[in-house]
């Protein structure tokens, strides 16, 4: 009796031993070759890897801030043409690069590792105030490149007068469902080489249908993405959660109320737990009509103008009233907390 009981037992430990024989894997950068520089079109790490950059700068005068922005999950550097372009118009420079695995970078699709992704931005941030001395630096992230932002201004130390968070990815673990957190853990251990779409997921990034169809064309955004991936985004999403709670920099953070891909409840979260202590060097805007790509709305000009608004004067409130707005949403989600 005690004999035939124990297969389940024993069956089940097989089951694991063989899932986890097939983990999902992490393409990290390689040894280091020379010092991160800058050409004038690519970022050269310090392991040699070639991130293609772009940049928008004032046409006739120095520019008076500088925003160095980091692109969303499959995305690449060209999200933030339309914003560079406002921006500089404004007198504010602005740098946007491919990060590992995305866009014009090597291994395309592959995930570098939470590390390497930091890294590679605390180089960049820190080449680029070089190339303006006295500049004010700010870092500003979408989705993804949100919360590799936050790993890196609470590991290392960036050059950062400010960041600005767009719809920052902090859908942590332990904010999913047990059966999503299932699914991705066995499908992680059994097939880490599977590719998936979005096809069928029946969520709206954005409200600017012309611009998704660009996205769908455009043959630098990942439309397959592999499991391994997807666990390396989730890891990043557990880690920028959980750092949240040290980000003492200064911070604009926007969220959409109608953003379906992070989920309100751990945003909130998030913000309940980022320090309260200097309570004037954060500032949160909620848009009633936002989506997930907030800077590429149908609306997105009105959230490039608090942008400017705030890096000009972080004290002031925000022109369109979403800094108000969110004040009310705070107070509510920290009674119910």
């Known amino acids: 009796m005690t004999q035939s009981c124990s297969w389940p037992r024993v069956t089940l430990v097989l089951l694991m031993a063989a899932l986890s024989a097939c983990a999902p894997r992490v393409y990290p950068p390689g040894r280091t070759l020379a010092s991160p520089h800058l050409t004038a079109t690519h970022f050269i790490a310090q392991d040699g890897a070639k991130l293609p950059y772009r940049s928008w700068l004032p046409d006739a005068e120095a520019p008076k801030a500088l925003i160095i922005a980091l692109h969303g999950f499959n995305d690449y550097s060209n999200f933030f043409a339309q914003p560079g372009a406002f921006f500089s118009g404004l007198g504010i420079g602005c740098y946007a690069y491919d990060q590992r695995g995305f866009g014009g970078s090597a291994n395309r699709g592959l995930w570098a590792g939470i590390d390497a992704y930091a890294s590679d931005l605390v180089q960049f941030a820190r080449l680029i105030a070089a190339r303006h001395p006295g500049v004010p630096v700010y870092l500003l992230g979408e989705s993804m490149g949100g919360a590799v932002i936050i790993v890196a201004a609470t590991h290392d130390t960036p050059p950062a007068d400010g960041l600005i968070l767009a719809a920052p990815a902090v859908w942590a673990r332990s904010a999913m469902p047990w059966y999503q957190r299932l699914l991705l853990w066995v499908t992680a251990h059994s097939v880490p080489w599977m590719t998936v779409t979005g096809e069928g997921l029946e969520v709206i990034p954005s409200d600017n249908i012309e611009m998704l169809r660009a996205l769908g064309r455009d043959p630098l955004v990942i439309k397959e993405t592999r499991i391994e991936t997807i666990v390396g985004l989730v890891d990043l999403m557990d880690r920028a959660f959980e750092q949240s709670s040290k980000l003492n920099t200064s911070t604009l953070l926007l969220y959409g109320e109608k953003d379906e891909i992070i989920p309100k409840p751990p945003t909130v979260e998030m913000l309940i737990r980022m320090p309260q202590r200097r309570p004037n060097l954060k500032r949160f805007a909620f848009y009633e009509n936002g989506y997930h790509m907030l800077l590429r709305d149908v ?39």
Request: proline fraction near 8%.
């Open 299 to 337: 609306q997105a000009e009105i959230l490039w103008e608090d942008i400017a608004a705030w890096i000009e004067r972080p004290q002031t409130p925000l022109p369109s009233g979403a800094d108000r707005r969110a004040v009310s949403a705070l107070t509510t989600a920290r009674r119910s907390h």
